[in-house]
T-cell receptor, first 113, second 114 residues
Framework: NAGVTQTPKFQVLKTGQSMTLQCAQD?????MYWYRQDPGMGLRLIYY???????DKGEVPNGYNVSRLNKREFSLRLESAAPSQTSVYFC????????????FGPGTRLTVL | AQSVAQPEDQVNVAEGNPLTVKCTYS??????LFWYVQYPNRGLQFLLK??????LVKGSYGFEAEFNKSQTSFHLKKPSALVSDSALYFC????????????FGAGTTVTVRA
């Protein structure tokens, strides 16, 4: 099992450009999440999908959109990138339910110039 | 609103000494509590969790954590630290409502010197 995979690993964008971060899991998990990690701030939830066909906003959704393409895949889109979106982005998945731990991908390091 | 505080940005210990990483939380009702570890340039890895029952929870790599409801704390401990335990540690909390959101602390960097 590959677990949670993310592409790309690194990306540099110019202000105003758009891009999509891809995430896939092969653990048959129901729930998937997108976080951003900034120094000294821990992880902050951007969006999550409790199950296939549903998505909900997290703490910091502004400037982002998501698509739960199927049970395996959950993408994050930046429509018009801003320097404030420079961060490390992590995708995670879990079996669903509040007691289950989340499994994280290796992350995407995004720089917006 | 739920939140987590990790009061120490950094913890430094000598190999073989006990390691403690502190965490306090705020949540409505009883919490679900988690510890994760992050090695450089990697994603987070699950260490252990408290759901209910015994206040002392044992997890991966010899780590354990003690849930203290009166102090709203969930400190991570290891009796004898290894150099390979050097990493960034995150505490996280989730309330027992229908909300799926997991709130993370800012993280504590642990350095174990040989």
């Amino acid at each position: 099992n590959a677990g949670v995979t993310q592409t790309p690993k690194f990306q540099v964008l110019k202000t105003g450009q758009s891009m999509t971060l891809q995430c896939a899991q092969d653990m048959n998990h129901n729930s998937m999440y997108w976080y951003r990690q900034d120094p000294g701030m821990g992880l902050r939830l951007i969006y999550y999908s409790a199950s296939e066909g549903t998505t909900d906003k997290g703490e910091v959704p502004n400037g982002y959109n998501v698509s739960r393409l199927n049970k395996r895949e959950f993408s994050l889109r930046l429509e018009s990138a801003a320097p404030s979106q420079t961060s490390v982005y992590f995708c995670a998945s879990s079996e669903g339910g509040k007691v289950n731990e989340q499994f994280f991908g290796p992350g995407t390091r995004l720089t917006v110039l | 609103a739920q939140s987590v505080a990790q009061p120490e940005d950094q913890v430094n210990v000598a190999e073989g000494n006990p390691l403690t990483v502190k965490c306090t939380y705020s949540v409505s009702g009883n919490p679900y509590l988690f510890w994760y570890v992050q090695y450089p340039n990697r994603g987070l890895q699950f260490l252990l969790k408290y759901i209910t029952g015994d206040n002392l929870v044992k997890g991966s790599y010899g780590f354990e954590a003690e849930f203290n409801k009166s102090q709203t704390s969930f400190h991570l401990k290891k009796p004898s630290a290894l150099v390979s335990d050097s990493a960034l540690y995150f505490c996280a909390v989730r309330g027992r409502s229908n909300d799926y959101k997991l709130s993370f602390g800012a993280g504590t960097t642990v350095t174990v010197r040989a």
